[in-house]
């Protein structure tokens, strides 16, 4: 599975959109990019993922470049709750399934 | 629904005990994975099941750990011969058929090793 690069934290107002960026150089052909997210003392949650066209869920977006090396979460109204480490995972379809995480993106949401 | 469970949400063992680690999937779903968090770390891949095919054992860190799933449902995770670096966030998930779909994830066991 590829090797994604993520800021280590990241700070956001209250309200407005954080867009949290991904780096996956290396991707190949085959390859999703998903995102999760750790809110402090929980199992990680399923954010939303994407092969190579733009996503959108009830959660977020998630903007692919169009040579899929890099992508960005959006959260676009953020609040307090949202304040978690997201990661970016990059895997293919094909293998076990096992996710590999990183050390990921710490986002604080502040009032 | 009801998610996935897992218990004891606890553990506090001394140096050298066994510990078993129990999750609970969500019904209906066909494969399980086992991983850990130590503190401040991202995740580790222990362990995972797929219906009825071997488990894909590739992140067990040592012999020490073992874990079986029985009936297709029900996971216990084994640590044998505790040691203090064992202590760490147990985590178990499940996802519904095809291992690339979303996991789903308990809330772990914390374990503590003196």
């Known amino acids: 599975d590829a090797k994604t690069t993520q800021p280590t934290s990241m700070d956001c107002a209250e309200g407005r959109a954080a867009n949290l960026p991904c780096n996956h150089s290396?991707?190949?052909?085959?390859?999703?990019v998903y995102w999760y997210r750790q809110i402090h003392s929980q199992g990680p949650q399923y954010i939303i993922h994407g092969l190579k066209n733009n996503e959108t869920n009830e959660m977020a977006s998630l903007i692919i470049t169009e040579d899929r090396k890099s992508s960005t979460l959006i959260l676009p109204h953020a609040t307090l709750r949202d304040t978690a480490v997201y990661y970016c995972i990059v895997r293919a379809s094909s293998n076990t399934g096992k996710l590999i995480f990183g050390q990921g993106t710490t986002l604080q949401v502040k009032p | 629904g009801a998610g996935v469970s897992q218990s004891p949400s606890n553990k506090v063992t001394e140096k050298g005990k066994d510990v078993e680690l129990r999750c609970d999937p969500i019904?209906?779903?066909?494969?399980l994975y086992w991983y850990r968090q130590s503190l401040g770390q991202g995740l580790e891949f222990l362990i995972y099941f797929q219906g009825n095919s071997a488990p894909d054992k590739s992140g067990l860190p040592s012999d020490r750990f073992s874990a079986e799933r029985t009936g297709g449902s029900v996971s216990t995770l084994t640590i044998q011969r505790t040691q203090q670096e064992d202590s760490a966030v147990y985590l178990c998930a499940s996802i519904p058929d095809r291992p690339w779909e979303t996991q789903y994830f308990g809330p772990g066991t914390r374990l503590l090793v003196l």
């Open positions: 290396t991707i190949s052909g085959n390859e999703y």
């Open positions: 019904s209906g779903h066909t494969a």
